[in-house]
């Protein structure tokens, strides 16, 4: 099991950026690691997805404007959101799944963060 904790959320203006972080209580050299997120009403979705090769993946909604990266000890996750629209404020979680295929689909992941609210103004 790892433990994970998010950090960076905030309000911001509509075309401003935020970096989330994650650290997770151990390396996760074997796990797909990923970012989710929450709006009140909707279910949780996928945003974006790195394993341990580095491949990648990001939800149609936020390709081009959010960069997933690891730290090199891999026991650091990013989001690097930027170009932020009304659209992206929801609650965002960092999860950790036993997996090396990346993926965005919620089955995947065992460990999840509390979560960190991101507010866009418009």
Same mark, same amino acid.
């Given at each position: 099991?790892?433990?994970?904790?998010?950090?960076?959320?905030?309000?911001?203006?509509?075309?401003?950026?935020?970096?989330?972080?994650?650290?997770?209580?151990?390396?996760?050299?074997?796990?797909?690691?990923?970012?989710?997120?929450?709006?009140?009403?909707?279910?949780?979705?996928?945003?974006?997805?790195? /394993? /341990?090769?580095?491949?990648?993946?990001?939800?149609?909604?936020?390709?081009?404007?959010?960069?997933?990266?690891?730290? /090199?000890?891999?026991?650091?996750?990013?989001?690097?959101?930027?170009?932020?629209?009304?659209?992206?404020?929801?609650?965002?979680?960092?999860?950790?799944?036993?997996?090396?295929?990346?993926?965005?689909?919620?089955?995947?992941?065992?460990?999840?963060?509390?979560?960190?609210?991101?507010?866009?103004?418009?």
């Amino acid at each position: 099991q790892v433990q994970l904790v998010e950090s960076g959320g905030g309000s911001v203006q509509a075309g401003g950026s935020l970096r989330l972080s994650c650290k997770a209580s151990r390396h996760t050299n074997n796990y797909c690691m990923g970012w989710f997120r929450q709006a009140p009403g909707k279910e949780r979705e996928g945003v974006a997805a790195i /394993n /341990n090769h580095g491949s990648t993946i990001y939800s149609d909604s936020v390709k081009g404007r959010f960069t997933i990266s690891q730290g /090199n000890a891999k026991n650091s996750l990013y989001l690097q959101m930027n170009s932020l629209k009304f659209e992206d404020t929801a609650m965002y979680y960092c999860a950790a799944g036993p997996s090396l295929t990346v993926g965005l689909f919620t089955w995947r992941y065992n460990d999840w963060g509390q979560g960190i609210q991101v507010t866009v103004s418009s």
